[in-house]
């Protein structure tokens, strides 16, 4: 199986940065093929503009969707744009790995999807959900929280953690087509012992492992 990691966290010592190389090591020692996009390490540019086209639909007006759709067209994505869409379209399973900040992705990661999830390439022309360009691949959210599971709970100060991540699993995976299988959380790791979140990585090398036979969540669940 092919798989591509998007990581997003500045610092490579943290837990995030943990969960993304046991995710790598754990995948490749069970024979998969990894690419990752490291992107604070890539310092990749969140910012949605003309930079991320060669080409020119419109010159006196920018319409991202439209020169999207041109660039599409005629091969003219930015080479950072182009990399990052030829990773998805060759893999076979997608892994978002990052902290929540504000109930949503960090800057660098909305950005990153904001960039890439281009129209004309990953989605449009009545090519959406079920019928989406990415149909048949699978997608998975890893995540870290700063507050205790009980907060992110029904009822819960934070309100129902599924709700939260909703627009994303929702709104620009399963909208473009991937199947998604349900998220890897852990929450609250600054607030537990070394012990626990080392049983927080080991809980996700054996998931992983088995990762080929789970199945998508069905979309009443998110």
């Known amino acids: 199986m092919k798989v591509f990691i ?3 966290h500045a610092e490579p010592r943290s837990f995030n940065g943990a969960m993304f190389r046991t995710a790598q090591d754990t995948l490749q020692a069970a024979g998969h093929a990894v690419v990752v996009s490291d992107l604070y390490a890539m310092k990749f540019d969140p910012v949605s503009d003309r930079r991320n086209f060669t080409t020119v639909k419109n010159s006196e007006f920018f319409k991202q969707q439209i020169e999207e759709t041109h660039a599409t067209e005629v ?3 930015a080479p950072d ?3 990052e869409l030829r990773k998805m379209e060759a893999c076979d399973l997608m892994i978002w790995q990052f902290p929540l900040w504000w109930f949503g992705l960090p800057g660098i990661l909305k950005g990153w999807a904001d960039r890439v999830f281009a129209m004309g390439r990953t989605y449009g022309g009545e090519r959406f959900y079920e019928n989406g360009v ?3 691949k699978r997608a998975l959210l890893s995540l870290t929280t700063g507050g205790p599971e009980a907060v992110y709970e029904k009822g819960g100060w934070n309100g129902d953690i599924h709700a939260i991540l909703r627009p994303i699993q929702r709104g620009i995976l399963r909208f473009t087509g991937w199947e998604v299988l349900a998220p890897n959380i852990v929450y609250a790791p600054v607030r537990v012992s070394d012990e626990q979140r ?4 080991n809980a996700w090398a054996v998931r992983l492992r088995g ?5 998508p969540i069905k979309v009443g669940e998110y």
Do not use: C
Not at 211 to 215: C, D, F, Y
């Open 6 to 8: 998007v990581f997003a």
């Open 75 to 77: 091969g003219g994505f």
């Open 81 to 83: 744009v182009e990399a």
């Open 134 to 136: 990415f149909e048949g």
């Open 198 to 201: 080392q049983a927080s990585l």
């Open 211 to 215: 990762i080929e036979n789970e199945r």
